[in-house]
C-alpha cells in the first residue's frame, strides 16, 4: 500500500487550548461522527471529565467518582475537549520480538515499521498494540466542579492513576511529528489511550512496559 491511500487522521481541538490557556469546552459531539464505519479515535471529554476511546465504532467513556473509582459507559453521546480520529477498515500485524519499555521506544518502532510497509512517516497515523503487558500505568482526567483556573502544574492534581499488571491489554495510539502541543505532548510523537483487553474502558498511558515476544503492533493496511 502506498502513502496516498493510508486513512486520513482528523483533529478536534488542541492541548494546547486547555493545557495552555485553559479552555475546556466542547470541539466535536461523538454522535456525529459513530456512525462512520471502522472509527478508531481516543481523546478526553469536555471539562476533562473523563477519557475517551473508540474502538472499531464502540465508543466509551471512563469517568472517576468521589472514592477515585472509575465508572466506564457508552460515549455515543459524549462531546470532546480533544479528540484524534480515523476510520480503518483494516489493520496489518507486525510481531514485535523486542522488548517495549517507553514511548520513545515504541515511537521508533511504530515509525520504522510504518517507512517499511509503505505508509506516509510525515503524516498522522493511528496504530494499534495488543498483548500481554509487564505493566502499563495510566490515569483517567476528572476536572472538579465547580472548576480550578486549569494550568499545566495542575493538570494531573486530579486525574486518577491506576496500573494493569501481567494482564492482556489493547493500546490505541497515533503518531505524528507534527501535533505537538496539538495531539500529543511537546516530548513526544505518540498519544496512547488503553483498556483491558476486549473490555470497554478508556485511560490515557502513562507508561507502558511489554517483554520480548508479547506484542503485537497494528497499522492501517
Do not use: C
Not at 79 to 104: C, D, E, G, M, N
Not at 130 to 149: D, F, L
Not at 181 to 205: D, K, L, S, W, Y
Amino acid at each position: 500500500m502506498g502513502p496516498l491511500t493510508q486513512p486520513a487522521v482528523r483533529v478536534y481541538g488542541a492541548k494546547r487550548t486547555f493545557m495552555m490557556q485553559g479552555k475546556l469546552g466542547a470541539t466535536v459531539a461523538l454522535d456525529s461522527l459513530l456512525p462512520r464505519p471502522h472509527l478508531y479515535a481516543l481523546g478526553v471529554a469536555e471539562g476533562l471529565h473523563g477519557e475517551l476511546l473508540v474502538w472499531d465504532g464502540a465508543g466509551a467513556l471512563t469517568r472517576t467518582a468521589a472514592n477515585q473509582r472509575t465508572t466506564t459507559r457508552s460515549a455515543a453521546h459524549s462531546k470532546a475537549a480533544l479528540l484524534v480520529a480515523s476510520q480503518v477498515p483494516r489493520w496489518q500485524a507486525v510481531p514485535l520480538p523486542a522488548a517495549v519499555r517507553s514511548y520513545p521506544a515504541l515511537e521508533k518502532l511504530v515509525a520504522r515499521h510504518a517507512a517499511r510497509l509503505g505508509l506516509d512517516t510525515t503524516r498522522a497515523l493511528p496504530f494499534r498494540l495488543e498483548g500481554r503487558a509487564v505493566a502499563v500505568r495510566w490515569h483517567v482526567m476528572e476536572w472538579p466542579r465547580p472548576a480550578a483556573e486549569h494550568t499545566m502544574q495542575n493538570h494531573k492534581q486530579y486525574a486518577v492513576q491506576g496500573r494493569f499488571a501481567n494482564q492482556p491489554v489493547e493500546v490505541l495510539g497515533f503518531f505524528s511529528r507534527q501535533h505537538q502541543t496539538i495531539f500529543t505532548h511537546h516530548t513526544t510523537f505518540v498519544h496512547m489511550h488503553v483498556r483491558p483487553a476486549g473490555q470497554a474502558f478508556a485511560a490515557h498511558v502513562d507508561s507502558l512496559h511489554f517483554a520480548p515476544g508479547t506484542a503485537t503492533l497494528y497499522l492501517p493496511r
